[in-house]
């Protein structure tokens, strides 16, 4: 049972790693959006075609690497295709992708908090609050990203910078949450309530 709950809760805590890289690539090209040429779009889309290959190859390299019991528990897989996928139709279709930015972004959001909604339910196991907390800014990002893929905004400037602006306070909230699972977690906490 040990064993388990300390496979668990590495695997956790290992997502949370890989997610600041994520999270600090969104960041940089919100900052970017921000204070943007106006070609900029186009040429982020590029970019992401790279990173979005790079990353799907990656994700997809690590999740062959590790045992089949982590596998279990591993979602790099399924994240190297999207990634992988992803970065092949940025080099294809830049202008569909230009077009439906809004809707990326928003999907992008809402995907990956649905993913931590579900991390936040099995830390419930091992946590008394944190997953209360990790539900409940998860379900605020859910929200952030339906708002941007709504895109109630017809002026461009305003969507430019509320765009920014929601993914940066986003991933935020998505770094709060991997710092308070990785110094607050840990495998004992189930065995000690057990007893």
């Known amino acids: 049972m040990l064993l388990?709950?300390?496979?668990?809760?590495?695997?956790?805590?290992?997502?949370?790693k890989e997610s600041f890289i994520a999270s600090f690539l969104l960041i940089v090209f919100a900052v970017v959006l921000l204070i943007n040429p106006e070609n900029f779009m186009s040429?982020?889309?590029?970019?992401?075609g790279y990173i979005g290959v790079f990353f799907g190859?990656?994700?997809?390299?690590?999740?062959f690497r590790i045992s089949k019991e982590k596998r279990l528990y591993s979602t790099n897989f399924r994240n190297g295709l999207l990634l992988f996928l992803s970065g092949v139709i940025a080099f294809f279709k830049t202008d569909i992708l230009t077009d439906?930015?809004?809707i990326i972004i928003g999907g992008y959001l809402i995907f990956r908090n649905v993913d931590r909604s579900n991390m936040a339910m099995t830390l419930q196991s091992y946590?008394?609050?944190?997953?209360?907390f990790i539900l409940i800014t998860s379900m605020i990002n859910i929200l952030l990203g339906l708002f941007i893929t709504i895109n109630p905004f017809e002026n461009w400037v305003s969507l430019k910078t509320l765009l920014a602006i929601l993914i940066m306070v986003s991933?935020?909230?998505?770094?709060?949450?991997?710092?308070?699972?990785?110094l607050g977690v840990h495998p004992k906490e189930k065995i000690v309530e057990e007893k």
């Open 57 to 63: 190859v990656l994700n997809i390299v690590f999740y």
């Open 127 to 132: 946590t008394k609050r944190t997953w209360i």
């Open 43 to 48: 040429s982020a889309i590029n970019v992401f």
């Open 171 to 182: 991933e935020g909230i998505i770094i709060i949450q991997n710092l308070v699972i990785l």
């Open 100 to 102: 439906m930015i809004t």
């Open 4 to 16: 388990e709950n300390k496979t668990i809760v590495e695997n956790i805590k290992k997502s949370c």
